[in-house]
């Protein structure tokens, strides 16, 4: 088996080395408002103290006020946050 200097094999590239642009978009997701979980979490945090937060409740908000949210994630994400309140899941 043949060994390879590894470090001078780098060395000798390095400087003809061009990274490719990412195939990734840098981008916000399709399909979701930036601000839509911000606004439903303001939303839930402005409820009374004790109210009880509904899967209903919170899709009925999101229809309203027309903001791109996704319920599961919400809860997913916000549940610790929301101590003060009763989250129905």
């Known amino acids: 088996m043949e ?9 000798m590239y390095e ?3 061009v990274p490719e ?7 916000e997701r399709i399909g979701f408002d930036a601000g839509g979980q911000a606004k439903l979490l303001s939303y839930v945090e402005s ?3 004790g109210s009880t937060v509904t899967r209903k409740l919170l899709n009925d908000y999101i229809n ?5 949210a996704n319920v599961e994630n919400f809860l997913n994400r916000n549940i610790k946050k929301l101590k003060i309140l009763k989250i129905l899941q």
Do not use: G, R, T
């Open 21 to 27: 642009p990412s195939a990734m978009v840098q981008s």
């Open 15 to 17: 400087e003809s080395y």
């Open 3 to 11: 060994e390879y200097d590894v470090e001078s094999i780098l060395d």
């Open 64 to 68: 309203k006020s027309k903001i791109e």
């Open 47 to 49: 409820l009374p103290k």
